[in-house]
Nanobody, 121 residues
């Protein structure tokens, strides 16, 4: 299984970015896509998860109302729409795939390389 995250970049505070996570090499219809980030303050922080079917989502309080996770089950791809970005959202964002709905990183079996998001003030 391979995961490829993309869509990071530099944006001003208040701006938006959309991250993508393309999964390949397996079947993901019953999986969960998790989004995590590594910031200068936190080694790894849960951001959001979404079931591959798109029926279940959950967000960290810090991003609730600003970030929206979505998925395209047929493509094995997940997305993270990030609006109203803040400087504290700066970090490397990772997508992961697991078999259960969880905000705990260790239950995710497959991880992609991160994509850097930088939010300037």
């Amino acid at each position: 299984v391979q995961l490829q995250a993309s869509g990071g970049g530099l944006v001003q505070a208040g701006g938006s970015l959309r991250l993508s996570c393309a999964a390949s090499g397996g079947t993901f219809s019953g999986s969960t896509f998790g989004w995590f980030r590594q910031t200068p303050v936190v080694e790894r922080e849960f951001v959001a998860y979404i079931s591959a079917s798109g029926g279940s989502t959950y967000y960290a309080d810090s991003v609730k109302g600003r970030f929206t996770a979505s998925s395209d089950n047929a493509k094995g791809t997940a997305y993270l729409q990030m609006n109203s970005l803040k400087p504290e959202d700066t970090g490397v964002y990772y997508c992961a795939v697991g078999s259960v709905l969880s905000a705990v990183d260790r239950v995710y079996r497959y991880w992609g390389k991160g994509t850097l998001v930088t939010v300037s003030s």
